[in-house]
């Protein structure tokens, strides 16, 4: 499962930032009630019956939104002997369950329908809470006895009460898309979400991490539909009716929540690996592109297999794109299905600077291994999947872009982490308590699991760390599996004992802020003192590289006490002393030292992470002292783009030597760069002086293919001559996307004209995944230009209709925190009206946003 909202800070402050409107701070969340739910340990589910095969028959009524469907199970004890079977199955029509009783000794491993239809049925007492089938069976079966139970039952998703959560936006498993055609420019699609436990949504099964069935799976759909699923496509049977019934065979097991459908009208581009196919499913209209977002999965697939030493284990590897997914994407076994985000054009894909596609498609194929191959017994242990499939970002990033792309998706993730940390709280890696197994999918489980990989990768070392990786993988294939199944294997491959880095980062929480100081007052000596702020204290291995005379020399410490002193041997004063040479540790720091040592740091110590923290303190330094603005214009051709555009953007172009010293480089790097968003960011630099000379380059902007230059073109433009950029933006306006579309936005709002309110309106409704809280943002900006009663109250009712699909605590606090100075606005512009009826317009509108801030607020559940 891959979380669509993991950046949220960072996408909403740039959502608001072209626009220039009121970027608040995010509250800090209430604290923490008294939580009953909190007191009950989390165990692994007891094993009563095993699953060991699934066959579902299915076919859906478009209209009632209903799934009527045909289940066999196929069933074993697990170790003492039943008469009793409980099955979960939500919100479901239960017609009959019935003991299917073949002709012979023993039940096929794959019952086939003659098989079944042949059988001998037994009606079966049961008892259905709408929750749980609980069965009484016909006797008493041992583990070594198998039975097949039958079910008729009606699915009824819409109607189910569940609730999601800010990770998984909905429960009900299975999702109806536009059934009825009456929703223009959005498809008719079916498609299911399992994860975490709603797969019950939509069949009869027992739905826990640690079952492992295989699965035969019938669909029967209009004919012009295509259908995927889990497996093998092993028959295609078309009907008298005008329909066909497709059926998927899975013959490996897999756990139930991993069980997939979709269907639509998908065009399907094929590609290979080693003879499986590799297919990608996608809308029509992005057909010519879909290589461009997925081409790289054969090659993913080549290196994760050599990396772990385990070669992609499945028949197939599908990858679909849906609408209105309800999370980010999800790693179903051989059919990984894709919130509509990742769907783009080339000329798009150009803008993605973090590279958000390439990561989640590495993230859903990693969990093949790390997740479907080998699953967590429990939602408690779900870092055994997720922290490795946001590992595995890094990997492929530090594989296929180089290492400063992933030593900087690294450091983004870690802060992301640290900033969720601060925002509700600490937490666990492992944890045995909490409200709901939804709670286990955030920035821990997640961010801070890769980082603490990471760390854990650096200690070990490479050829040790994927060693274990690939011995994990090999004694656990095709079995549920806890932290303590990883280290066993860590521990097997390298001789230690590691319990001390589990117990301390698997089963403990927070991170080190570490204080930093440095003596060099003995000759031959430098001293350096590391102090640990905090009641924790952390056992920390750690690099400390010791720079003089030209060369470097790493010393390797370990950091156990409060307070830890080191001396290094040296001939004179050190240029630079290096703490977290790798640049691995999750920290905070305080690093008290002068300029001169992150002016040596950046032209000499390589890693991304030294490289940044050079240029972000001489960018605090650069209008007043000569060294840093020398290393921040350096800074400006770094090798890496995204410490480019970290500088560009960094710059005080208001002072007169850092504005002479990069104008030359600016405009250069505007006509040349190679990397999109470095052009864009030297434009908005450039636009920000409001200098007429600059009109050719932002009108030649204009023609490039990155929407994020022809964006931060306009926005120059409009600067200078803004009726010049409204004329344009009103020529551009049907084909942008991206960057171009909120320069669009920006320039409307600039003008202020009612006449533009329906593209703010049409782009929120046309927007989808994360894209619609930008465009969230960006029709409330137009709202507080414009005084027509009608057109913001329905605007604020869009823009609540679309973030709170989301059931995002982060997206709903921003937005609330816009809402409530532009109602602010509303009332002194009420207040200071001319006219009665002007006062009592602005005033209805004031009170609609407040209310529906308001309605918000009950919305937003307490953390």
């Given amino acids: 499962m891959y979380l669509p909202t993991k950046n949220i800070p960072a996408l909403l402050m740039a959502g608001v930032a072209m626009l220039g409107i009121y970027a608040p701070a995010f509250a800090q969340s209430a604290a923490e009630k008294e939580d009953p739910q909190l007191s009950i340990y989390r165990a692994s589910p007891t094993k009563i019956n095993n699953v060991v095969h699934t066959k579902l028959d299915v076919r859906f009524d478009y209209a009632k939104r209903h799934l009527i469907g045909k289940?066999?199970?196929?069933?074993?004890?697990?170790?003492?002997?039943?008469?009793?079977?409980?099955?979960d199955a939500k919100g479901m029509d239960i017609r009959s369950v019935t003991l299917v009783q073949p002709a012979g000794a023993s039940v096929a491993k794959f019952p086939s329908d003659g098989l079944l239809k042949t059988a001998r049925s037994t009606p079966l007492q049961y008892v259905y809470d709408g929750k749980e089938i609980r069965v009484k069976l016909n006797k008493t079966y041992s583990s070594n006895d198998s039975y097949i139970v039958y079910i008729d039952y009606t699915a009824k998703p819409d109607e189910l009460k569940v609730e999601g959560s800010e990770a998984i936006t909905d429960a009900k498993g299975l999702y109806f898309i536009n059934p009825d055609g009456t929703e223009p420019n959005k498809p008719t699609q079916i498609w299911?979400?399992?994860?975490?436990?709603?797969?019950?949504?939509?069949f009869p099964t027992i739905d826990k991490t640690?079952?492992?069935?295989t699965s035969e799976i019938s669909m029967t759909v209009d004919k012009k539909y295509v259908t995927l699923s889990n497996g093998k496509l092993v028959s295609q049977k078309p009907n008298a009716n005008g329909t066909?019934?497709?059926?998927?065979?899975?013959?490996?097991?897999?756990?139930?929540?991993?069980?997939?459908?979709?269907?639509?009208?998908?065009?399907?581009i094929k590609d290979s690996w080693r003879g499986k196919e590799v297919n990608y499913y996608v809308e029509k209209e992005y057909a010519p592109h879909a290589k461009a977002i997925f081409g790289n999965t054969p090659e993913m697939m080549t290196f994760f297999s050599k990396l772990v030493g385990y070669d992609y284990p499945w028949v197939k590897y599908s990858q679909v794109v849906v609408r209105d997914y309800v999370s980010g994407a999800m790693e179903n076994t051989t059919a990984t299905v894709h919130g509509d985000f990742v769907q783009k054009t080339d000329?798009?894909?150009?803008?993605?600077?973090?590279?958000?596609g390439e990561s989640v498609i590495a993230h859903e194929l990693f969990h093949h291994w790390f997740g479907d191959l080998a699953t967590c017994e429990s939602w408690s242990n779900l870092t055994m999947n997720e922290s490795f499939a946001d590992y595995s970002e890094y990997l492929w990033f530090e594989h296929k872009f180089g290492k400063d792309a992933a030593d900087e998706h690294g450091y983004a993730a870690m802060h992301n982490y640290m900033e969720s940390a601060q925002y509700r709280g600490d937490r666990h890696l492992v944890r045995f308590h909490y409200h709901s197994q939804e709670d286990m999918f955030d920035a821990v489980t997640y961010q801070k699991g890769g980082r603490i990989l990471h760390m854990l990768r650096n200690y070990m070392g490479d050829d040790a760390f994927f060693k274990a990786m690939g011995l994990y993988l090999k004694t656990n294939a095709f079995k549920a599996t806890e932290a303590h199944h990883f280290r066993l294997a860590a521990e097997e491959v390298t001789g230690q004992d590691l319990n001390w880095f589990f117990n301390q980062w698997y089963f403990g929480q927070g991170y080190p802020t570490l204080d930093i100081s440095y003596d060099y007052s003995k000759p031959g000596s430098a001293g350096v003192t590391i102090e640990q702020k905090g009641e924790k204290i952390f056992d920390l291995p750690i690099a400390i590289d010791v720079y003089e005379g030209g060369k470097k020399t790493r010393h390797n410490v370990r950091i156990t006490e409060k307070t830890s002193n080191f001396s290094f041997p040296?001939?004179?004063?050190?240029?630079?002393?290096?703490?977290?040479?790798?640049k691995i540790l999750i920290l905070e720091k305080t690093d008290r030292r002068n300029l001169a040592t992150y002016v040596f740091q950046y032209k000499n110590a390589t890693t991304y992470r030294d490289r940044r923290e050079a240029i972000e303190e001489c960018l605090k330094q650069q209008?007043?002292?000569?060294?840093?603005?020398?290393?921040?214009?350096?800074?400006l051709r770094d090798k890496y783009e995204g410490l480019r555009a970290l500088t560009i953007s960094g710059l005080k172009m208001d002072n007169n030597d850092v504005k002479t010293a990069a104008i030359p480089v600016l405009t250069d790097l505007a006509k040349n760069d190679p990397a999109a968003p470095v052009r864009a960011a030297s434009l908005k630099q450039l636009s920000k002086l409001k200098d007429p000379q600059y009109a050719t380059l932002f009108e030649n902007a204009l023609k490039d293919r990155s929407y994020l230059v022809e964006g931060a073109g306009l926005v120059g433009l409009a600067d200078l001559d803004v009726k010049k950029a409204y004329a344009l933006a009103k020529t551009m306006?049907?084909?942008?996307?991206?960057?171009?579309?909120?320069?669009?936005?920006?320039?409307?709002?600039?003008?202020?004209?009612?006449?533009?309110?329906?593209?703010?309106?049409?782009?929120?409704?046309?927007?989808t995944g994360q894209d619609k809280i930008g465009a969230a943002i960006l029709y409330l900006g137009i709202l507080g230009q414009i005084d027509n009663t009608a057109l913001v109250n329905k605007g604020v009712t869009d823009v609540y209709d679309a973030i709170t699909q989301f059931n995002n605590s982060w997206v709903n606090n921003y937005i609330i925190n816009l809402m409530q100075p532009l109602a602010k606005k509303k009332q002194e512009k009420a207040a200071a009206a001319t006219t009665g009826e002007l006062r009592n317009e602005l005033s209805k509108q004031a009170t609609h946003i407040l209310q529906t801030v308001q309605k918000i607020k009950e919305q937003t559940k307490e953390e």
Wanted: proline share 5%.
């Fill in 733 to 767: 306006e049907k084909s942008a996307r991206g960057g171009l579309g909120t320069a669009i936005a920006n320039v409307y709002a600039q003008n202020g004209s009612e006449a533009d309110v329906p593209y703010f309106a049409t782009n929120l409704a046309n927007s």
């Fill in 570 to 582: 040296v001939s004179g004063k050190p240029d630079f002393v290096n703490v977290d040479g790798d």
């Fill in 347 to 356: 000329r798009e894909l150009l803008d993605d600077d973090d590279r958000l």
């Fill in 244 to 268: 066909r019934t497709d059926t998927w065979r899975m013959e490996l097991p897999h756990a139930p929540y991993l069980f997939m459908m979709a269907v639509g009208d998908f065009a399907v």
């Fill in 210 to 213: 640690n079952q492992r069935t």
């Fill in 623 to 635: 209008t007043g002292n000569a060294d840093a603005r020398a290393i921040v214009i350096a800074a």
């Fill in 192 to 202: 299911t979400q399992g994860e975490t436990e709603a797969s019950s949504a939509w």
């Fill in 71 to 87: 289940a066999w199970l196929t069933l074993k004890p697990h170790f003492y002997p039943t008469d009793s079977l409980t099955l």
